[in-house]
């Protein structure tokens, strides 16, 4: 399969852990999105990466929140002491150009 | 108003009848625009894209955008049971896509 991939596809962790997730792009993509969904709505832009440089971050996006891509290639993000407002779902995506291709998704479940 | 608008229905059409998707954007969104398909619990898939007034055909689905009057349609031709989805337009704005809140499509046997 040369899709995107996440790994965990899902994570139930307990209010104030930090949880990681893990994206893998398509092999050729340069560029590489993390947005977060939750339940009747359209995703949300967190960050982009072109190559291993962060050149975009959503304002909205607390302190807590955290990515890199080290080697231009997966990427990580982090969300240290979680709360249950960051219940959703995770999506990143990688593209070429504009047209971006979606992973599965990791789901986050905070208690 | 926001930047991209979608009615978030269901919609609701008999199988083999055409199902038409309105989305809307305002001027500060870029003048490129994507629908992609989300099934319940899955993340979305890309359907198509669209960069230039007009239509634009692949199978049996047809994207048309309106600059003029700031509105991106999709229709699918022949609606089938499988089509039953939340389909999500989207736009491109600064390295990243904005997004509507999406519209539940029910296609009914």
């Known amino acids: 399969d040369t899709g995107v991939s996440q790994d965990p596809r899902h994570k139930i962790t307990k209010r104030g852990q930090n949880v990681t997730f893990r994206c893998d792009p398509i092999?050729?993509?340069?560029?590489l999105y993390w947005y977060r969904q939750t339940l009747g709505q359209g995703p949300e832009f967190l960050t982009y990466?072109?190559?291993?440089?962060?050149?975009?971050k959503s304002r909205l996006l607390s302190d807590r929140f955290s990515a890199e891509r080290p080697k231009g290639s997966f990427s990580t993000l982090e969300i240290q002491r979680t709360e249950q407002g960051d219940s959703a779902m995770y999506l990143c995506a990688s593209s070429l150009q504009d047209e971006q291709f979606f992973g599965p998704g990791t789901r986050l479940t905070v208690l | 108003q926001k930047e991209v608008e979608q009615n978030s229905g269901p919609l609701s059409v008999p199988e083999g009848a055409i199902a038409s998707l309105n989305c809307t954007y305002s001027d500060r969104v870029s003048q490129s625009f994507f629908w992609y398909r989300q099934y319940s619990g899955k993340s979305p898939e890309l359907i198509m894209s669209i960069y230039s007034n007009g239509d634009k055909e692949d199978g049996r689905f047809t994207a048309q955008l309106n600059k003029a009057s700031q509105y991106v349609s999709l229709l699918i031709r022949d609606s089938q049971p499988s089509d039953s989805a939340t389909y999500l337009c989207a736009a491109y704005s600064n390295y990243q896509l904005i997004w509507g809140a999406g519209t539940k499509l029910i296609i009914k046997p």
């Open positions: 990466f072109q190559n291993e440089a962060q050149l975009e």
């Open positions: 092999s050729e993509h340069n560029r």
